[in-house]
């Protein structure tokens, strides 16, 4: 079962979140049939997202996460609810790229870095809150680095990473985001780079550990407590009602043409390639309803 650990500093200034989300990432994969550069790039996103899903406060509230980069993966997108459970897909889920001179996934490519990181947090009112900046490296955790610091003024520090088998499934999916608070001194800061800088790529700390490894090595020597531990999943909301009214909203006229098509609609969901199907009776009801 995947995890997200948060904890903090003795001293209060530094905080933490880290998640182990191997399942999630797998499951994301299966459902999306994710190529490597697909499955690292929306794993990546997908342990942030619920990362911050699992920092909201309202009980009904949900974070989307969007990735506009203007390469050829199109844009990824991972919604979470309040529990970090989350959900995601990316355009174009097959691509393949050649890889990195260091031999790693180039996601940066895939994802490029023509365009901008989204967050839009719905926390039930009339409009979401939505911040924005532009892409950095399209390699996702420096994006959201950078998304901290620049839209919401935090002192941050993300790292992310996704490592994927010679069978193409997921060997392990990791991340953690550490904030600043105000007023946390430059040795801190420094102490944390150079914590980061020692435990090297996350995959490799969760290959053959934890969550709790990462929490241990990034805030190493500044005592963390850990405040709590939730077990998280990828999770879809899709139902037959809900796809319903996705139908509504495309409108009489077309709704109208499909049901003379007398074929059976096949409808997929975006999040976990579930298909509903409807009749064309069905589809005329739809109709009828909408006017
Ligand atoms: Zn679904």
New binding site residues.
């Given amino acids: 079962m995947d995890e997200i650990i948060r904890a903090v500093t003795k001293d209060g200034f530094i905080k933490i979140s880290a998640i182990s989300g191997r399942n999630i990432v797998e499951r994301a994969r299966q459902f999306h049939n994710l190529s490597p550069v697909a499955s690292a790039a929306l794993g990546r996103t997908l342990c942030a997202t619920s990362i911050l899903g699992d920092l909201l406060k309202e009980e009904d509230a949900t974070v989307t996460v969007r990735i506009n980069g203007g390469g050829p993966i199109g844009s990824v997108i991972a919604v979470s609810d309040s529990s970090g459970n989350v959900r995601g897909y990316v355009q174009n889920p097959h691509i393949d790229l050649p890889l990195k001179a260091n031999g790693k996934l180039d996601v940066g490519s895939a994802v490029g870095t023509m365009g901008t990181l989204t967050v839009s947090r719905d926390l039930g009112l009339k409009e979401p809150y939505i911040g924005s900046t532009a892409l950095v490296s399209g390699e996702i955790a420096e994006d959201f680095t950078y998304y901290f610091v620049e839209s919401e003024q935090v002192g941050a520090a993300c790292g992310l990473g996704v490592l994927v088998d010679t069978d193409l499934s997921i060997r392990c999916a990791a991340g953690f985001i550490v904030a600043l608070l105000p007023g946390a001194p430059n040795s801190l800061i420094d102490q944390i780079e150079s914590n980061i800088a020692q435990m090297g790529p996350v995959t490799e700390v969760l290959k053959d550990g934890s969550a709790d490894d990462l929490v241990r090595l990034v805030l190493a020597g500044l005592e963390p407590e850990v405040l709590s531990r939730r077990q998280v999943d990828y999770r ?1 909301y ?1 139902s037959r009602d809900r796809i319903l009214r996705a139908l509504e909203s495309i409108g009489k006229e077309a709704l109208d043409e499909l049901a003379e098509s007398g074929e059976n609609a096949e409808v997929n ?1 975006q ?2 390639n ?1 298909i509903y199907t409807f009749t064309p009776d069905e589809i005329r009801a739809i109709s009828t309803a909408s006017e």
Avoid: E, N, S
Wanted: with cysteine; hydrophobic share 15%; charged share 15%.
């Fill in positions: 879809c899709c969901c999040f976990c579930k």
